[in-house]
Each structure stands twice: as C-alpha cells, then as structure tokens.
C-alpha cells in the first residue's frame, strides 16, 4: 500500500475512532429541549454538588451531577488527578472509615459505584432502591446504608457483595444520611412532608438508626418543616444541627411582604441545647434562602450553612447561639423562625460564593472551607480565619453560559423574589415539587387552595395552574410569578426566555413502575383495560367526556382541556379545573387540585362519589387497584 | 399362685395410685390490667419483641417496656382502637398491627395506617398479619391481601383469583416457602410461593354438626387460626383443631385429646410437635404425647393446671396462680416463658424450674 494511502486511511480511523470515543464520552448524558422544543444534549457542564476531602487531606473529591463523574483533585495545587465516569445523575457519596473506597449513588440508574481510591477506578456498581441520594459505611464497614429517595427509606447492604439486606422506613423523600460521631446511630432526613392531615402544618423527621442492629430506634420529629438537609454533628457529638426549610403554607403566599413565605432555619440537637430547638438564619432583606449542607467546625467556634437560593454560606458563632437560645424563654412551640432578629444575634457573616452553592467540605483543622457551586462549576475555598472566599477554583467546563444554564440558575436564585426569600426551587426542590398544598393568591385566607404540581416534562401540557389561567410558560414563569410569588420586579425578557427554556427542558425522571420494552404486568395490563374502557361493567357505555382515556389522553395524559371533575370545595372560586399531566403520578401525592387526596386510591374512594371524575363506581376494589397500577407506569 | 396374683393386683393398682404425671411446663402467671397499666383488659393479641411486648387491646395499642406501659392510640395515626392482631418484622423490628378499622405500621415510633379507602387494603377489618420477607400477609373481613414493601403493590386474593367460597379470613401464617390462611367457612388456602398456586384444605365429610371421617382432613370449615412452623401446619376452628404434616392429619377433639374445648380462638406452634391452643375454656398446651391446660376453674374461678397423659388419665396440679381469664385469644413466646392474651387482662406465664 503506498505510504500516502497509508497515511490516509491512518487519518481516517483516526478520525473515525476519535469520533467513536466522542459519541462513546456523549453517550447516556442527560438530554434536555431547548427553547423549541428540540432535545439536544447538556452542554457537558460539570454542576458539582458535593465535595469530599481525602483522609489525609491531600485529595478532593468532587461530585460532578451533569457531567455524571467524580472529579478528583490534588489540593495543593487544584489540578485534576482523574475524572472518574459513575452512574445517571450522581446526587451523594462518601468515603469508607478506613478511606479506601469511595461509595457514590446514582440517583437516574438506581445504583451505587463502588470506587478504590488507591486506583481511582470504579470496581463495583450495584443495584440499590428508587433514586438513591446517599450512602454511608458503618465504622466496622460490614454494612452500607443507602438513603432512596423515591422509595422512603434506608437500604441495608452488605458492604463487601452489595447485596441488600432490608429496608427500613424513612422519611417521605428521604435523602441524606450523616453517621455520629462515634458511628452507633445513622441520622436520615428527607426531603418531601410525611403525609398529614390535609391543610395542617407538615411533619417531617429525622430517623435514627442503630448502626450496629440496623434497626430504626427513634424518629426525631421536626413539626413544621417541610424540605430536610443536611445535617452535622460536633466533634464531641454534643451538639447536631440539620438544614431544612419552613414553609408557612397554610397562609396566602401572596404575603412575602409580611413576614415571608418560607423560614430557612436550623434544628439544633444534642446535649449542648438541651431540648431540640428550631432557630432562624434569616434577617430582614439578608435571607439565607434554600439552606443546603452544614458543617460544624473541629472545634465547635462556627456552623457553615450553603444556602443555595441566597448564595452565600452563613457562618454562625456558637458560643452565641447556645448564649442566645438559653438566655431567653424556651418558646412554647420550641422554635424561633418566625423572629427576624433573632439571627443578628448569632450569624457572624454572609459569605458570598457561586451560583447555587451545595455541598461543604471543612478540612482538618477547620481553617478552610471548600463550597462546591453546582450552577458555576466552580469550588469557593473560604479562609474560615477571615470569613472571605481565598480562592476560587474553576472546574473544566465550557466557556460559555447557554440558555439552559443561566435559565437553571434563574430557577435556583433567590436573587428575584422580595428581598431575596425565595427561589422557584424553593418550591420545586431539585426542579420537582415539594408535596405541599399552597394558597397562592392574595383572595383571601383559606380561598382557591392549590396541589404544587411537578414539573417534568412540560411540553405539550398547557395551560397552566389549576385553573388553566395561564397559556404558556412565559405567562406562568413571568407575570404570573412576577405578581403573586416574587412581589418585586421580575426577570428581563432574556432571562425569562433563559427560564421558560430550562424549564420546558425539564426531562421526567425514570418510571420505577414500568417494565422495559414497554411491557405490562397482569396488574398493569387489567388496569389499562379499566383506563381505556368505553362500557362499564353492567354493559352502559360510558360517555366520552366520562372515560379517563378522554381527558387524560396522549402520551402525557391530557387533553389540555378543563373539566368539572366534581372535586370543588366550598373554597373554591370554581369547579373547572385543567386536566393535569400523569407524568410519574405515582410520586406527586397529595393529588387533586387542593391536595385533598392523600393517595391515588382516595381520588375515587372519597372523592368522586358520583363518578364525574371517570366511572369508577362499579369497580371492585381489586380492579381499582389494577387501576392504580396501570396509572404508577404514566 | 393365688396370693403372687394377689400381691400382683395390689402392685398394679398401687402403681397407678401414685403414678407420677407426666413432667409439663409449670408457670406463674403475673395479670396486667387497667389496674397496672394496660389501656383496657380486652387484650385481642399480644407480641413479644424481644424485651417489649405488645398488647393489642379494644382500646388502643399497648407496649410494655422497663417496666412501664406506654399506650397507642387513634391520637398517634392508629387505624382503630381495636387492635386484632399483630405481627413483627424481625429484620427492621417493625410491628404491625391489624385493627378493626385497617392496618397499621408501627417504626421507630411512627404510625402510618392503611384503610381499605387510602390504600389497596380489601377491608379495614384486619383479623390476621404476618409478615415475611419484603412482603406483609393480611386477613380481612373481605378477602386475603399482600403487600409488597418494595414496590408499595397491593395483590387481593378472593372468590375471582382462589379457591377461596367465603372471604371472611380470620388468620395468616406466612413463611418464604407457604402461605396459609383461615378462612371462615372456606377451610385452609395454602399458597406456594415457589409456583404461586393456591390449594385449599376443607373438611372431607363436610359436615358442620359432627365428624365422620377422624383425621383425614381439616377438622371444620369455620377456621380462626393457623401456625406453620417446621413444615407442619397446625390448625384451630371453632369445632376443633388439626395438625397436618402435609400427608396426614391429626384431629384434636375434647373428647379424645387434652383439648380444653373444640371452640379454639388461635393456635401457635412451637415446633413440630408441640403446639398452644387458646381455647375458650383455658390455654392449653400439647407436647405431642400429653396435654396440659391452664386456667381459672370454670366452677370456682380458682388458678387450676391439669394434666392428661398420652393414657387419658388427667391429674390436677396444684398451682397458685392462672391465666387473667379462661376466654383465651392470643400467645406468644419470649424465651421459656409466654404472654397470654384474655378477655379479662395480659398474662405474663413465667416458667418454674
């Protein structure tokens, strides 16, 4: 062959092989719409959102969401040692207690990496529950905890096979797992309310478990919250503090001028406050909205708080909290979030950091603070000794902003609302939902209350809000927002264009109810018959508008179109309500417009006892079932 | 030769006169009431969870540790006051608990309920609850369910899907290899977990009043209870009870066994061979050869222990202490000793060497 030939044929499987590992490096990555509605594939940033330092201090760990690897850095010089490829949607990690491997969840695959940290190489990947979100080693590493976000609970591994153990029950949403110190119980928050009655306060909790028997053995409840974080504990375990959100739902949103919508608050632990209390980290115009992750420093001087909305890290004194919690009156409601003042009496500083900052790493002598900034792709290191960011580090990423990005960081900042409280994702934690019921419009106490929907996979299911008010996104996100949530100026015509971009290209999550191919189970199979049905059991034929096939039809499920499903309450303004969208209905309970419904099966037990919302009334109980079933796989 | 056979009678029947009876567990029964504690003395069903014990009574979910009672109830997320029964998930310790008005699950102190209107429970009447593996086995008023905690599905067996006439199911029993209900009126349904079929276990003379045909099959339709324990199934109704080692049967009638009474509310099995019969005329105790049965005396209410050996001859023994009533409907197990559920309060069975 001659050498020319040669030459040429060389260039081209080089080429050929070049583009074979480019489509083998895009492969599998999250694929988002753009404006119009085509996919297209992220832009290959590298959103990280947590962050782990090596035992010895001499690496960090970097949890990088988007481009779906653990990015892994010398810290003393912040170049990359290696980027390691891991599963769908990474959302946590930790290291063993002897830091010889490194566990990470992938919240999209629904499994666990297993990497050796001596080889930087992914060594095992196995099967946990729906949507893990954390993981932690017990200290004798004979066991792995896995917190499953979809599936409420704790997965018990063996931590040598991978094989699971059991399950214990946690929160709704559960999410993050911390160890105490001396590693004999498991801390698990969670992120969506435990159901409660409808229109009360939410519940949510911290479940404990004995690490030792991997059993639950206490549930610490936190009344009033909604959104559960991350949580620390001090060196000496006296003290243990977790980041959360309180929503003050059961009053208009439209009142963020009085007093806010939310709290963004502490629950304090442990024997150094006696008994539990909720303290604020807000002040008047300084809100620390969407607190994140927390971290105590060695010697128990200062708390470190991300606050993803506000984009700061709260540090607070704690010689001055315990001062300010044990020189007042215990509140009878163990809580001071709704005392504005109340955080100038301990927040010492409001350092400013990235778009979005999540996870935090403190090293070993406490004197630097590492703060991954998901929606920058940078690390913020802040020099603890004078509150102010030393260094910022930029992770490889593409130079330039796309729409999609700056609409995500239009989404999580805070930066719109009335003196900066809140953020979309204030409500739509992680761009989802937050499992609570809102009354959203200044028409008075207890009027129109409505369901928070999710927001996957919008395209094609307009109108908007229950009541189908709103056409289009640019109405829902712009003036809609601008009006009843932020009560300040809104976004400029780009950013909102940037928002309603990042927002339509909101991809649904994976159904954990289908089966691949398409396939049903029996179940499934009888329950999509019932969904279809055009004649009742008695041999009526049911009318068009009557058939759950007819409003919720398509592949979304729904027609788009309003309907009087019979569900209007004294409250409500009126009884036509927007057909909504069955994506991943299994996850969004409460259902109905107003929430009312705690589960899907009381959506016909309760309230449609005159089968205007669908003929249900002649089902047996085990064909409702089949029903619901059917539905889970939307 | 004449005066030998008369040294000889006189042997025999001195022998039998002082006959030792046969060796069967003794205890002393400690009572809890309202007096001490319990939220009411109608206790339907009671757990032991290694050092708790649960008491499921007509007011409430009451749970005895160190030495104190704490009580749960509607207030704290149960389905109903009345609780009929319950069951321990040994890997999570979690217990549920089958009430008069659905299911529920109680971990690490949280309640969360399943009614017949929130979730795909048959029927908020919960009689019967096991628990084995990732799956929770329920009997209800309307039909046989399970749960699947992994996926959250609920799958109802009745007259459309098993063998089943009447859905009227009293007990479960559950174990990774068979399922088995009561069913009232409808015999015994065993499920096979390896091939997921039903079979069914009826009475082969089908006669309600009378029993013609001894140990060939189920004793009586009107099952209440079943225990499957060491791939022997023992089985209580109201016209007595049976053991089946899945090729013979063993019918036990007061008229031929130490059985107390045929109308037997639960039954437990220890192992193969030995089983606990909460009757309503005492608690009785079979060893496989020999019976005992504890209880106050039907005359006079006085602590009574009686002894029957494999012969028939019954010897009472003398004892100081009974279980709180004779209407007996629940037992279980902590170590040598039982936990006896009655209609007139908790009885903690303590063994004596």
Request: proline share 6%; glycine share 8%.
């Amino acid at each position: 062959m001659p050498p020319r030939i040669q030459t040429a044929l060389g260039m081209g499987l080089a080429v050929m092989a070049a583009a074979l590992f480019m489509a083998a490096l895009w492969r599998d990555r999250p694929v988002h719409a753009n404006a119009q509605g085509n996919e297209t594939v992220a832009q290959g940033y590298a959103s990280p959102l947590e962050v782990l330092l090596s035992p010895d201090g001499t690496r960090l760990f970097v949890l990088c969401q988007q481009s779906e690897e653990v990015r892994v850095l010398n810290t003393a010089t912040f170049t990359v040692v290696k980027n390691i490829a891991v599963g769908r949607v990474p959302r946590g990690f930790s290291l063993s207690p002897e830091g010889d491997r490194l566990f990470v969840t992938n919240s999209w695959d629904d499994t666990l990496s297993v990497i050796d940290t001596r080889t930087l190489a992914v060594v095992a990947t196995w099967p946990v529950g729906a949507e893990p979100s954390s993981v932690v080693e017990d200290r004798t590493c004979k066991r792995l905890f896995v917190a499953n976000r979809i599936s409420s609970n704790v997965a018990v591994l063996d931590a040598q096979t991978g094989t699971e153990e059991k399950r214990l029950r946690a929160g709704r949403g559960a999410s993050y797992l911390t160890p105490s110190p001396d590693g004999g119980r498991l801390y698990a928050t969670h992120i969506f309310p435990n159901p409660s009655p409808h229109r009360t306060a939410p519940e949510s909790e911290i479940t404990v478990i004995d690490t030792a028997h991997a059993v639950v053995v206490d549930r610490i409840p936190l009344h009033s919250i909604a959104g559960v974080f991350h949580l620390a504990f001090s060196a000496d375990g006296r003290l243990g503090v977790v980041a959360e959100y309180h929503p003050k739902n059961l009053v208009p949103l439209a009142h963020l001028e009085h007093g806010g919508a939310f709290a963004d608050t502490l629950t304090l632990f442990g024997a150094d406050v006696g008994k539990q209390v909720e303290i604020p980290l807000d002040e008047l115009e300084r809100y620390a909205s969407q607190p994140f992750s927390v971290a105590i420093a060695p010697d128990k001087s200062r708390i470190y708080v991300t606050c993803g909305g506000s984009e700061r890290v709260i540090v607070v004194d704690v010689p001055r909290l315990l001062h300010f919690i044990h020189s007042r009156p215990f509140p009878e409601s163990a809580s001071f979030a709704q005392n504005l003042s109340a955080s100038s009496n301990y927040v010492v500083a409001r350092i400013p950091v990235g778009h979005n900052p999540r996870g935090l790493a403190l090293n070993r002598n406490g004197q630097k603070l590492f703060v991954a900034n998901r929606l920058d792709d940078t690390i913020s290191v802040i020099d603890t000794r004078t509150n102010r960011v030393a260094s910022t580090i930029a992770l490889v990423s593409p130079k330039t902003l796309f729409e999609l990005r700056k609409g995500e960081q239009a989404f999580y900042t805070a930066r719109y609302s009335f003196q900066g409280q809140i953020g979309c994702a204030t409500c739509h934690i992680d761009s989802t939902f937050d499992g609570l019921t809102w009354d959203l419009e200044p028409d008075g106490f207890g009027r129109d209350i409505v369901d928070n929907r999710p927001i996957e996979d919008l395209k094609d299911t307009e109108p908007f809000k229950w009541n189908g008010g709103n056409p289009n996104l640019p109405t829902e996100c712009g003036p809609r927002t601008e009006k009843f949530f932020w009560r300040s100026e809104n976004y400029d015509n780009r950013t909102l264009t940037d928002l309603v971009s990042y927002v339509r290209g909101l991809p649904s999550r994976p159904n954990r109810w289908r089966l691949p191919h398409r396939e049903f189970t029996p179940a499934q199979e009888r329950g999509k018959a019932f969904f279809e049905r055009s004649v009742d059991k008695f041999g009526k034929p049911i009318p068009e508008t009557n058939r759950c096939s007819y409003c919720h039809s398509g592949p979304k499920g729904t027609n788009q179109k309003s309907f009087d499903v019979g569900t209007r309450k004294p409250a409500d303004n009126s009884g036509l309500l927007d057909t909504p969208q069955l994506t991943n209905i299994a996850l969004t309970a409460p259902y109905l417009h107003d929430g009312s419904a705690r589960s899907l099966e009381e959506i016909w037990t309760v309230f449609n006892p005159d089968d205007k919302h669908g003929r249900t009334n002649d089902l047996t109980k085990d064909e409702l079932n089949d029903l619901i079933e059917y539905l889970r796989t939307r | 030769m004449k005066k030998i056979g008369t040294i000889a009678l006189l042997l025999a029947a001195g022998t039998l006169a002082f006959a030792t009876p046969p060796k069967m567990p003794r205890y002393r029964f400690e009572i809890f009431t309202t007096a001490n504690g319990l939220p009411d003395n109608h206790v339907y069903s009671v757990l032991v969870d290694g050092d708790r014990i649960w008491a499921g009574t007509e007011n409430g979910l009451a749970v005895y540790e160190n030495q104190a009672w704490k009580t749960y109830t509607t207030k704290d997320g149960l389905a109903h006051r009345a609780v009929l029964s319950l069951a321990l998930d040994k890997r999570t310790g979690d217990v549920w608990a089958g009430t008069m008005g659905g299911l529920s699950r109680i971990s690490g102190g949280r309640i969360d309920s399943y009614t017949q209107l929130n979730s795909g429970l048959s029927n908020d009447v919960v009689y019967g609850v096991s628990v084995e593996g990732e799956n929770v086995w329920v009997a209800t008023a309307a039909g046989a369910c399970r749960l699947d905690l992994h996926t959250d599905q609920w799958t109802l067996y009745n007259e459309r899907n098993t063998p089943m006439i009447e859905i009227w199911v009293y007990g479960v029993s559950a174990t990774p290899s068979k399922v088995y209900y009561a069913v009232w009126g409808s015999g015994i349904l065993e499920y096979d977990q390896k091939t997921g079929r039903w079979d069914k276990y009826e009475d082969p003379d089908g006669e309600t009043e009378m029993v013609l045909f001894k140990d060939q099959g189920l004793i009586h339709e009107i099952t209440t209870s079943v225990s499957y324990v060491d791939n022997i199934l023992w089985a209580a109704t109201y016209f007595g009870d049976s053991r089946y080692d899945g090729r013979y049967w063993h019918n036990f009638l007061t008229k031929d066994s130490g059985l107390p009474s045929n109308f037997t509310n639960f039954i437990k099995g220890v192992d193969a061979q030995r089983a606990w019969f909460c009757t309503d005329k005492g608690l009785a105790y079979y060893d496989g050869t020999n019976w005992a049965v504890y209880r106050p005396s039907l005359k006079d209410g006085k602590p009574e222990m009686t002894v029957r050996d494999a012969q028939g001859t019954v010897t009472p023994i003398a004892v100081t202490t009974a279980p709180a009533h004779n209407y007996i409907l629940g037992i279980d197990f902590q170590g040598s000793d039982i936990w006896v559920a009655t209609a007139k309060g908790l009885s903690h069975g303590i063994l004596q060497k």
